[in-house]
């Protein structure tokens, strides 16, 4: 069974910055690769920002230089820094991720999503 733990949401006044983080657990092999999504109310989800095991990235253009994702292989962890925010950047956030591989098989994984709201 995997779980995905995030954390870091929350409130914030524009220009301002958060740090998401979502650590995986359980039996896993590998994962192709980790990233953050989000919705806003009415608003289909979009991809946010995604990283691979060998550490490309790929990033939506609405927040290309002021967001950063990182990943810590050994940990399974994935962060998503998130500077300079504004208020279109509110919405829900949940952590991906993409083929990871267990006992069971490759098999995405979703979490349950961290809310967060930029104030004007």
């Known amino acids: 069974q995997v779980q995905l733990v995030e954390s870091g949401g929350g409130l914030v006044q524009a220009g301002g910055s958060l740090r998401l983080s979502c650590a995986a657990s359980g039996s896993i092999f590998s994962i192709n690769a980790m990233g953050w999504y989000r919705q806003a109310p009415g608003k289909q989800r979009e991809l946010v920002a995604a990283?691979?095991?060998?550490?490309?990235?790929n990033y939506a253009d609405s927040v290309k230089g002021r967001f950063t994702i990182s990943r810590d292989n050994a940990k399974n962890t994935v962060y998503l820094q998130m500077n300079s925010l504004k208020p279109e950047d509110t919405a829900v956030y949940y952590c991906?991720?993409?083929?990871?591989?267990?006992?069971?098989?490759?098999?995405?994984?979703w979490g349950q999503g961290t809310q967060v709201t930029v104030s004007s």
């Open positions: 991906n991720l993409d083929r990871a591989y267990t006992d069971w098989g490759p098999e995405d994984y």
């Open positions: 990283i691979t095991s060998g550490g490309s990235t």
